[in-house]
């Protein structure tokens, strides 16, 4: 064999020195306040500068928590003459470090739900008080007139008449009143099978609240609650309906499943669901794109020691708002 010469390699490349990686992430846009419905604007705005804490955590919150009070009340027809229908069901949370106050934030947007969780637990107080003088009314002709029946059909075997004891029967007694059920606006731990029994009784929807929306996600991934990930994921639609199966409880029918979610969640937990959802993995079913209003603004680079009374006019005017659309 003939050996061929080898050819010359050529001169190796001096690599460029490696550029640094960028440190942090890119800045957010600030949220522009001209976005926020004039109603709510002034309210939202004087709890963020009291707060100091971004105005976005305030605006989020407070749209989810008005969707959850519209509910199934209205529907949009995005096509003049489809019949697909949209309800302006919000899921939302959001994310932020620990110490930036994602929870006093949640609960400053949420005190006018509070409001109308008092006068919805009074209104049932008094409800229920009539209900118990009623349903003691009916116990009490309920045993008059089985004595009365009693009393006719010992005569009617003796006279052979039972034209009265039929009388009395068909007459019957009042019938016993329905017990009044309490307004439910929100749950903040429950199981599916709980909350589709507070649908049942709440058919226009309700809102789940989590302070902590890594233990939800991770409760969703428990051995056993399989189910619980289809359940959350058709409530968001607002416009189907569910049935639960099970041998101890036995099969409970939702006839209308519409449930609004919210709550903080800080940016580790966050990222390795989001990698789970775009790889494909267990998270790729949709749930956490449902999450609509998702906000991550930048923290406050300073600090301003704010101390006033809040702005009672901007409170009792959303108030009013809330109670509107409770009672559409």
Not at 150 to 167: F, I, V
Not at 308 to 317: G, L, S, V
Request: aromatic residues 8%; contains cysteine.
């Amino acid at each position: 064999l003939q050996a061929r010469p080898m050819t010359a390699l050529p001169e190796p490349v001096e690599w460029e020195p490696p550029a640094p990686l960028p440190e942090g992430l890119p800045p957010v846009d600030t949220f522009d306040p001209v976005m926020l419905p004039v109603c709510l604007k002034g309210w939202l705005e004087d709890i963020a500068e009291r707060m100091q804490v971004p105005l976005d955590y305030l605006a989020a919150g407070a749209m989810i928590v008005i969707s959850s009070l519209v509910g199934r009340k209205l529907g949009i027809y995005p096509k003049k003459r489809d019949d697909w229908i949209v309800v302006p069901n919000l899921w939302g949370m959001i994310v932020g470090r620990s110490a930036l106050l994602k929870s006093p934030a949640l609960a400053e947007v949420m005190k006018p739900l509070g409001r109308l969780i008092a006068d919805a637990q009074e209104a049932h107080k008094e409800e229920l008080a009539g209900y118990e003088i009623k349903a003691m009314v009916a116990e009490v002709e309920a045993k008059a007139l089985k004595k009365n029946i009693e009393q006719l059909a010992s005569q009617a075997a003796k006279t052979g008449d039972r034209s009265k004891l039929m009388q009395a029967a068909k007459a019957g007694g009042s019938e016993a009143p329905e017990s009044p059920t309490l307004r439910r606006y929100k749950t903040e731990d429950a199981t599916v099978e709980k909350i589709g029994d507070l649908l049942i009784e709440n058919p226009k929807g309700i809102l789940n609240h989590r302070d902590e929306l890594s233990g939800w996600f991770r409760s969703l991934d428990k051995q056993g609650r399989e189910g619980d990930r289809a359940f959350y994921l058709e409530s968001w639609n607002g416009t189907g309906r569910f049935d639960v199966d099970r041998i101890g409880r036995g099969s409970i029918h939702i006839p209308a499943l519409c449930l609004s979610i919210l709550g903080g969640i800080q940016p580790g937990p966050l990222s390795s669901y989001v990698y789970q959802a775009v790889q494909g993995e267990q998270g790729a079913d949709g749930l956490l794109q449902r999450f609509q209003l998702t906000v991550w603004p930048d923290p406050p680079m300073t600090w301003h020691n704010v101390d006033r009374y809040p702005d009672t006019e901007a409170k009792n005017r959303v108030y009013e708002v809330f109670k509107k659309f409770d009672g559409l």
